[in-house]
């Protein structure tokens, strides 16, 4: 199974990103693949993140794709249930775009569902003691534009693809500079969180080729 999985750089006046210290950490975790494990960071730019993520998704032509974005504010990981077809940035964005009130995709359907396990992954995130919620709201700035041209790509392949996007907490450095005190998660529970979400998603889609639905 080819795997590929994408973060954000730091955006705002953050100089960190907690999926971008995750993808670069994930290299040297322990997890065997077979087909490959591909790790990319997106840029916080309207255009240009749906850009690149449809580069990555046509170079490597992945099985499985979960794609990482920050909260401030959540505490838990959050796996996001549905992208919405509405954008509306509440700050700019790196590039200094500001999007507001306006569709992703002017002819596409008003959502998309994931195709990950979400449930099956939460249940073994929190036997595993990890925080763990189900989200229905991926926000309104890049990280549901993001997650939007994903389950779109995935609705249009021939082939079976497990997709869709996961929220994570800001570091804990991050929140405690922050003027109020703030939910933050470490980054190797982040870890942790993502190998189960990668194993638990292989799972499932082995389990539909087994089936014979491919």
């Known amino acids: 199974m080819k795997i590929l999985i994408t973060g954000f750089e730091a955006y705002g006046k953050r100089k960190k990103n907690a999926t971008e210290e995750v993808i670069h950490q994930f290299s040297t975790h322990d997890l065997e693949v077979n087909g490959g494990l591909h790790l990319e960071t997106l840029p916080v730019v309207h255009g240009e993140a749906a850009k690149k993520l449809f580069y990555l998704l046509q170079k490597h032509s992945p099985d499985i794709v979960i794609c990482l974005g920050e909260a ?16 509306d940035y509440p700050i700019p964005d790196n590039a200094g775009n500001k999007i507001s009130s306006c569709n992703i995709c002017m002819e596409g359907p008003d959502a998309f569902f994931t195709s990950l396990p979400v449930d099956s992954i939460r249940k073994r995130l929190i036997s595993s003691g990890i925080p763990a919620e189900m989200s229905f709201t991926a926000g309104v700035y890049l990280c549901n534009e993001v997650f939007y041209h994903l389950m779109n ?60 639905s491919l």
């Open 72 to 87: 401030g504010g959540r505490n838990a990981i959050s796996l996001e249930k549905v992208a919405i077809n509405y954008m």
């Open 153 to 212: 790509w995935a609705d249009n392949q021939e082939k079976k693809v497990i997709a869709g996007f996961i929220h994570i907490p800001v570091l804990p450095e991050v929140a405690a500079r922050m003027q109020k005190p703030a939910a933050s998660m470490a980054t190797f529970t982040v870890l942790e969180a993502l190998q189960i979400a990668i194993e638990t998603s292989c799972k499932a889609l082995q389990e539909t080729f087994n089936k014979g």
